[in-house]
């Protein structure tokens, strides 16, 4: 799992979770914070890939 | 699908409990994460930190010979600068003489320059291309990947060295004749700072060597609960089993976590 901070401003984003919820599938958790390390809203990329399979959806 | 990346992207999550790392134990923040058997000249590493505070890590080196192991440094600050324990997840790709996707990867270690395109085995394009970087203002930068002219896909973006800078993608598209991506930088303080970085763009629908996986562009940074848009966002669903699940791109779910049911083509998901 890995995100990417998105747009124009300082912020930057981090991973800070990703399991397997009962419905199946994975759910991935992140969070952003502004340069100051306070939490803020902010477009991001996350990426995720795995060896196995997670399901069902 | 295509295979995007060659013999073996490796990723793993480090935990600080836990973690023995040997590259400068001694000094907090700073670790090396070695891969047996994968060292070898080039390639690419991504780094994300990992948890609840507000570490950010970031990649200081790699490198080593075959067949010993490729060690990857890692450094992980908190928002002012400073080196700080923090779990992180950290990824290795470098590219195949036979198995390679549609995708690009390259490390921008000439930060101060105009433009310039490198041609080493830090720089890798699936069509041939050569990618070149184009410097801005201070910490901006525009990485042009010849070739890769469909819409879409993801990038991954990890600031090298080992301070506190940090980089982000601002932007990306296609010019007809290349996928070109603004990617900014910034010093602790948030001020755009000319440094290095690492990139990684992924065509679309291309994920790992493992065929299984995701990404998305999470757009809306304050909705409660939304389906991503389908032209950045992708997600493998599985090749054997549950066919209806295929294409589901899943609902993003916010801070928030509000409850809402989301209508998507498995069902609806609370």
Redesign the interface.
């Known amino acids: 799992?890995?995100?990417?901070?998105?747009?124009?401003g300082?912020?930057?984003?981090?991973?800070?979770?990703w399991f397997t919820p009962a419905?199946g599938?994975?759910?991935a958790q992140?969070?952003?914070?502004?340069?100051?390390?306070n939490?803020t809203?902010?477009?991001?990329?996350?990426?995720?890939?795995?060896?196995?399979?997670?399901?069902?959806? | 699908m295509g295979q995007r990346h060659r013999r073996g992207v490796v990723a793993v999550l480090v935990q600080q409990r836990g973690w023995h790392g040997h590259g400068d134990p001694g000094r907090a923040g700073f670790y090396t994460v070695a891969f047996g058997g994968l060292g070898g000249i080039g390639g690419d590493v991504q780094v994300v930190a990992y948890g609840s505070s507000t570490a950010r890590c970031k990649v200081s080196g790699w490198g080593g010979s075959w067949p010993g192991p490729l060690s990857v440094s890692v450094a992980c600050h908190t928002p002012t600068g400073t080196p700080v324990a923090s779990a992180f997840v950290v990824q290795y790709a470098r590219k195949d003489v036979t198995v390679d996707g549609a995708g690009a990867y390259v490390w921008a270690e000439q930060p101060s320059s105009p433009s310039y395109c490198p041609t080493n085995l830090y720089s890798w394009n699936s069509t041939g291309g050569v990618n070149c970087i184009t410097r801005g203002t201070t910490g901006t930068y525009d990485v042009a990947l010849p070739g890769l002219t469909a819409t879409g896909g993801t990038f991954q973006i990890t600031a090298y060295g080992s301070s506190g800078q940090h980089c982000k993608i601002q932007s990306w598209g296609s010019t007809g004749t290349a996928q070109s991506a603004r990617v900014l930088c910034f010093d602790a303080t948030g001020a755009p700072v000319d440094t290095q970085f690492d990139l990684n763009y992924f065509a679309p629908q291309e994920v790992s060597v493992f065929d299984y996986g995701a990404y998305a562009w999470a757009n809306n940074s304050t909705a409660a609960v939304y389906t991503p848009s389908p032209t950045y966002s992708y997600n493998s669903g599985s090749i054997n089993g549950w066919p209806g699940c295929v294409g589901w791109l899943g609902a993003i779910e916010a801070a928030r976590r509000a409850r809402t049911p989301v209508a998507t083509t498995c069902g609806t998901r609370t």
Do not use: E, I, W
């Not at chain 1, 996350?46 to 196995?52: E, H, L, M, S, V």
């Open positions: 799992m890995h995100t990417t901070a998105y747009g124009t300082s912020t930057y984003c981090k991973v800070t979770g419905r599938g994975t759910q992140a969070q952003c914070y502004d340069a100051a390390g939490k809203n902010s477009p991001y990329v996350g990426t995720y890939a795995t060896k196995f399979l997670r399901g069902p959806c």
